[in-house]
Nanobody, 122 residues
Framework: QVQLVESGGGSVQPGGSLRLSCAAS????????MAWFRQPPGKEREFVGA???????YYADSVKGRFTISRDNSKNTMYLQMNTLKPEDTAVYYC????????????????WGQGTQVTVSS
């Protein structure tokens, strides 16, 4: 069974930064692709980015150049560094995995964390 736990959310002013973490259980983390999604208030969950098992990264256009995904396989942890935050980045952020492959469709993911709130406001 895979367990994912996000942390690092909070409130920040526009232009600020936050780093989210996603800690995973399991002995095969290095062979998983991992993804970040977010759900803004009143909206559908949306793809933010992904880190593949081969350590390639992919991003939604809305965050490209501002957000960076990294992972530390020795700690079974993935990170989301968020810079130049905007009010429209306000959302609950989730990490997810479906094993080695990844997609941008949240319906395709079997394992989710509980989410962490990010609020960007002046």
């Amino acid at each position: 069974q895979v367990q994912l736990v996000e942390s690092g959310g909070g409130s920040v002013q526009p232009g600020g930064s936050l780093r989210l973490s996603c800690a995973a259980s399991g002995r095969t983390f290095s062979s998983w692709s991992m993804a970040w999604f977010r759900q803004p208030p009143g909206k559908e969950r949306e793809f933010v980015g992904a880190s593949t098992w081969s350590t390639s990264t992919y991003y939604a256009d809305s965050v490209k150049g501002r957000f960076t995904i990294s992972r530390d396989n020795s700690k079974n942890t993935m990170y989301l560094q968020m810079n130049t935050l905007k009010p429209e980045d306000t959302a609950v952020y989730y990490c997810a995995t479906r094993g080695p492959s990844w997609t941008q469709r949240y319906h395709d993911y079997a394992y989710w964390g509980q989410g962490t709130q990010v609020t960007v406001s002046s």
